[in-house]
């Protein structure tokens, strides 16, 4: 076959790119290789050395002795002072058991002293109004000077004359003002000689009373001239019921308690007419009676 002439000979694949060596990147240099110093030991350095650490090793185990030591006496010490603590402690709490015991006999003797303080004031106070039993006291009487028993005893007899009671001198066992500062309307104490003759004296000065509101007891019905002053007869009082009695009228105020009065030496308080009277004992009921 004949080849045309216009045709030139195929060359190789145009389209590939022709492969051409890499070019060496101008940043990459390069390192040129480090030669090792030379090093040589000898057996005297190294006996040198090894004589160095072992004394670095004895003058640390040297000064670690020395603080272990000085810590094996600090704990030491610790543990001594700790025994001595807890020998504190022990003989502390021994006597803390004690007082405890002593405290609770205390208390209990304290009990006993106080029922028996108790007892003894109920017996006083028994004795004290057994003695008075047959007394009466007249308070807002007018004392004179160089005042005589026949003089206070006549002003009684007019008293109970005017009241339409038959009182004689013989009923009178004793009669007196009782002491304190002068010129003072000091109370008159009269001992009668039965409970009863003292029990009608009182009734006949409560009817008086209330048949008379206009014209209460006064010195008047003592045969006394003069302005007419208001005059009170009761029972002769100890100190404790006198003060009992004090703290209940403030009660029967406080709760409007109706009536409080004293019989045969004995406090007594009712709320409303025709309710059952209550007999005040001490001050602790009528505490509870005013916390109700």
């Known amino acids: 076959m004949m080849r045309s002439p216009n045709k030139a000979a195929s060359d190789s694949d145009l389209s590939k790119p022709e492969t051409q060596p890499l070019a060496q990147p101008t940043y990459v240099t390069s390192r040129p290789k480090r030669k090792h110093d030379d090093i040589s030991i000898t057996k005297d350095d190294f006996l040198a050395f090894k004589n160095e650490i072992k004394q670095m090793l004895s003058s640390w185990n040297t000064e670690q002795d020395k603080k272990l030591k000085k810590m094996e006496n600090s704990l030491l010490l ?14 502390i709490s021994q006597q803390y058991e004690d007082m405890r015991n002593n405290i609770r006999q205390l208390e209990q003797q304290c009990k006993n002293n106080c029922l028996t303080i108790s007892s003894l004031e109920g017996k006083l106070e028994d004795l004290q109004l057994n003695t008075k039993k047959n007394n009466l006291e007249i308070r807002n009487l007018p004392s004179q000077e160089k005042e005589s028993t026949a003089e206070l005893i006549q002003m009684m007899l007019t008293l109970t004359s005017g009241l339409n009671h038959g009182l004689q001198p013989s009923d009178i066992r004793h009669i007196y003002r009782v002491p304190g500062k002068k010129g003072t309307n000091r109370p008159i104490i009269m001992e009668l000689n039965t409970i009863a003759a003292k029990q009608d004296i009182l009734n006949s000065v409560r009817r008086h009373n209330n048949s008379n509101p206009s014209q209460k007891l006064n010195t008047a019905h003592f045969g006394i001239s003069g302005t007419a002053n208001a005059v009170y007869i009761g029972e002769d009082l ?21 009536f409080c009065w004293i019989a045969h030496g004995k406090v007594l308080i009712r709320k409303i007419e025709g309710q059952s009277a209550v007999l005040i004992k001490n001050e602790a009921q009528i505490e509870k009676l005013r916390q109700e």
């Open 238 to 258: 100890t100190s404790s019921t006198r003060k009992l009695f004090y703290l209940a009228r403030e009660l029967c105020k406080e709760k409007q308690y109706k």
């Open 78 to 91: 610790i543990q001594n002072a700790t025994n001595d603590c807890e020998k504190s402690l022990q003989f």
